[in-house]
Every structure is written in structure tokens, then in C-alpha cells.
């Protein structure tokens, strides 16, 4: 399956963005999905993820409450709603598909999109 990111951006602190993931080659519902963030100097560390079908999912204590992770199977898409972001939100935003479980662990997943780089200006 092949994953495309998109709907990343210069936002000020407390704006709002919407990630759009899609998904093409494969069904999306075969997979778990995951949103993965990697800033400057860190490691990639894991922020929402949602089951094959949606009934599930998890989010970073860190974004809890304002990041909302939410699929449209009919359109093999996965959203990542991000409200009130602040400068520590700001790096490059990648999704991933993963076909046993659904995972925090980067290597649960086997694809990935190639990334879309949010920015939250202070």
C-alpha cells in the first residue's frame, strides 16, 4: 500500500490543522493506522493510532484532548484533527499502515507515507 500525506503548514500557536492520509494500492480497512511525529534531533515517536475499523483508538497523553484521530474507510483515508497546537507540536507529521495490531511501536508498521511538516509559530 502506498500512503500520502498531506495538510501540513505554518499555523499559529492555538490554530488548527487537519492531516489527511491516504491511502492507494491496498483496501485501507486491512490496516491499523498510525500518525507518527519526528522534530529536529528527536526520534520518530508515536502520537494517535486507530484500528482497521475504527472502533479503537489511542492517543500520546501529550495530544490528548486536542489531537483526534478519526478513518473514512469509503475513501481510504485517515484524518489527524489537531487543535490548539503549540510550538511543540511543530515537526514533520508521517502515517503509518500496520496488518497485525494496532501498535505504538514504530516497527508494528510496515508502510509509510513520506511525511508532511507542520510548523507552530509562538
Known amino acids: 500500500v502506498q500512503l500520502q500525506a498531506s495538510g501540513g503548514g505554518l499555523v499559529q500557536a492555538g490554530g488548527s490543522l487537519r492531516l489527511s492520509c491516504v491511502a492507494s494500492?491496498?483496501?485501507?480497512?486491512?490496516?491499523?493506522m498510525g500518525w507518527f511525529r519526528q522534530a529536529p534531533g528527536k526520534e520518530r515517536e508515536f502520537v494517535a493510532g486507530?484500528?482497521?475499523?475504527?472502533?479503537?483508538?489511542d492517543t500520546v497523553d501529550s495530544v490528548k484532548g486536542r489531537f483526534t484521530i478519526s478513518r473514512d474507510n469509503a475513501k481510504n483515508t485517515v484524518y489527524l484533527q489537531m487543535n490548539s497546537l503549540k510550538p511543540e507540536d511543530t515537526a514533520v507529521y508521517y502515517c503509518?499502515?500496520?496488518?497485525?495490531?494496532?501498535?505504538?511501536?514504530?516497527?508494528?508498521?510496515?508502510?509509510w507515507g513520506q511525511g508532511t511538516q507542520v510548523t507552530v509559530s509562538s
Open positions: 503509518a499502515a500496520a496488518t497485525l495490531f494496532p501498535s505504538r511501536r514504530l516497527g508494528a508498521y510496515n508502510y
Open positions: 494500492g491496498r483496501i485501507l480497512n486491512n490496516y491499523h
Open positions: 486507530i484500528s482497521q475499523i475504527g472502533g479503537e483508538t
